[in-house]
């Protein structure tokens, strides 16, 4: 959750069932085009009996593909400010629990220093400037010393439209023209960034840090995939946005017209492509 001039803000992709299942697809294309669920310095090092926390875990999606092909000694713990969007209990394995957490406000004591790994994915729409490195420290407290943190976002800040290779593409300006306002709006009501990684990290004490980058344009194939949860994300969040009838934001009939020019930019062969970035550290084990 957000904060403006001191406000909770509500989570602006909507929390409906049609925002579960685009979440639950969304985490199968990143999860294809990264190639890993959990980076291999990671992998390597998770002590026997790990236990691993999932911070904004949303569905929950990334703990239960993880576990499926994990130890089942691995304990796993999802925590988000809502219930809304989570799976149901029965579906999930043994060792997989989701509970109500708030990744900005102090982390109970119960928790800290309790955890091998903290996961934390796609929490971007909530960020801003002066919030990444309090979040982070925040976020930190979670692990044992020696303990990993893998961080997952998209930078959307430079995500446009292209051109596709099919000759009846358009250049794809409809899809840009979406991402620019999305952009703008966030930047305006939050100060919205994306952050130095590799600095945040050292300057957080994190040691042993890599930061894995690559575009979502890298599998030709999943081109249209992205391009069809782009929108999704960009055009739910802009209608709901416009619920707030602020100067430069779009209203709801705006939102609905770019969002149709937008598909037929999709469905000529053009795409949106941005970069995600998966950002790993490791605190100072004891001496």
């Known amino acids: 959750m957000a904060q403006v001039n001191g406000h909770d803000e509500p989570y602006w992709l909507g929390r409906a069932t049609e925002e579960q299942q685009r979440l639950i697809k969304q985490h199968h294309i990143w999860t294809k085009a990264i190639g890993y669920l959990l980076h291999p ?47 149901p209990a029965d579906s999930l394995p043994s060792n997989v629990t989701l509970e109500l957490g708030d990744f900005k406000k102090p982390i109970p004591e119960e928790l ?34 020696g303990g990993a943190i893998q961080w997952t976002e998209g930078n959307f800040l430079e995500a446009r439209g292209f051109r596709g290779a099919a000759p009846t593409s358009t250049p794809g300006h409809f899809l840009t023209q979406g991402q620019n306002q999305f952009n703008s709006t966030l930047v305006k009501r939050f100060r919205w960034c ?19 980058v690559l575009s979502t344009d890298r599998l030709i194939e999943q081109r249209p995939e992205f391009t069809e949860i782009g929108i999704g994300a960009v055009f739910g969040a802009l209608a709901n946005l416009a619920k707030v009838q602020e100067e430069g934001y779009w209203n709801e009939q705006e939102v609905q017209e770019a969002k149709q020019k937008a598909l037929e930019d999709r469905a000529s062969g053009a795409y949106l492509r941005w970069d995600l970035h998966v950002a790993v550290g490791f605190t100072k084990k004891e001496a």
Request: aromatic share 10%; net charge negative; glycine share 8%.
């Open 41 to 87: 310095s990671i992998a390597a090092v998770l002590p026997e009996k790990a236990r691993i926390a999932d911070i904004g875990t949303g569905t929950g999606i990334w703990m239960n593909e993880l576990a499926k092909v994990s130890p089942s000694t691995y304990t796993f713990n999802g925590y988000d400010i809502s219930p809304d969007q989570f799976l």
């Open 112 to 145: 800290r220093g309790k955890f091998d790994l903290v996961n934390v994915r796609l929490i971007i729409i909530s960020m801003g400037v002066g919030v990444w490195e309090p979040t982070l420290q925040n976020i930190l407290t979670l692990l044992k010393p």
């Open 194 to 212: 994306f952050p130095a990684w590799q600095n945040m990290y050292a300057d957080a004490g994190l040691e042993r840090i890599e930061e894995d």
